[in-house]
């Protein structure tokens, strides 16, 4: 039965990543705040081909949720606001929803 709930998140917060229309600066959770900062590689370095993973990824620019059971992942590329817009949407989404 947990299942329909986390899959109904990770929809919602596919929705949000991918809306446009979305202004994830001014409307979001405020425990957004209390995620800690992405550590990222230095801009100097360059992307290149990664190895194949062990699961299935889609390709989305913006980012994805996906869930297995109980555990929530999001991945996106570090490109530009998209880590700031996939760490907001999941503690909105889960404001929504609860």
Same mark, same amino acid.
């Given at each position: 039965m947990w299942g329909y709930i986390s899959e109904t998140l990770a929809?919602?917060?596919?929705? !949000?990543?991918?809306?446009?229309?979305?202004?994830?600066?001014? +409307? +979001?959770? %405020? !425990?957004?705040? *209390?995620?800690?900062?992405?550590?990222?590689? /230095?801009?100097?370095? /360059? +992307? *290149? @081909? @990664? %190895?194949? !993973? +062990? &699961? *299935? &990824?889609?390709? %989305?620019?913006?980012g994805k949720v996906d869930v297995n059971i109980d555990d929530n992942i999001a991945i996106t590329p570090d490109i530009g606001d998209n880590t700031t817009r996939v760490i907001r949407a999941i503690p909105l989404a889960l404001h929504s929803i609860a």
């Open positions: 929809d919602t917060c596919n929705t !949000l990543i991918q809306r446009s229309s979305w202004d994830y600066h001014s +409307f +979001f959770d %405020k !425990l957004s705040d *209390k995620i800690p900062d992405p550590i990222s590689i /230095p801009r100097d370095i /360059p +992307f *290149k @081909a @990664a %190895k194949d !993973l +062990f &699961v *299935k &990824v889609t390709h %989305k620019d913006l």
